[in-house]
């Protein structure tokens, strides 16, 4: 069983930042593929961004690109997401995810599934 847990989350001025942690368990963490994902009231969830086993390789939504940063420690099971420049439409509650498959938007293709972080920016 694959448990993962977010936090990081907050109250945050648009314009700040906030940096989440998701710390993973219970699957060899360096082999896989993580994600983050966001969803507001009221709307789907949306992707963030992801990030290969090895670090390397990454892709954003196009909402964020340019001022968020996924990145990952295998060392310590972890993955991050530093987020800059929030704005008030980044208010939304944050998941982390994992799946076996490549670097992937599609939330279907997801397997395992933190309970999720707020995140609310203030105007």
């Known amino acids: 069983q694959v448990q993962l847990v977010e936090s990081g989350g907050g109250l945050v001025q648009a314009g700040g930042s906030l940096r989440l942690s998701c710390a993973a368990s219970?699957?060899?963490?360096?082999?896989?593929?993580m994600g983050w994902f966001r969803q507001a009231p009221g709307k789907g969830r949306e992707f963030v961004a992801a990030i290969g086993w090895s670090g390397i390789s990454t892709s954003y939504g196009d909402p964020v690109k340019g001022r968020f940063t996924i990145s990952r420690d295998n060392a310590k099971n972890t993955v991050y997401l530093q987020m800059n420049s929030l704005k008030p439409e980044d208010t939304a509650v944050y998941y982390c995810?994992?799946?076996?498959?490549?670097?992937?938007?599609?939330?279907?293709?997801?397997?395992?599934w933190g309970q999720g972080t707020q995140v609310t920016v203030s105007s």
């Open positions: 219970g699957r060899t963490f360096r082999t896989y593929t």
């Open positions: 995810a994992t799946t076996t498959r490549g670097i992937t938007d599609n939330r279907e293709l997801y397997d395992y």
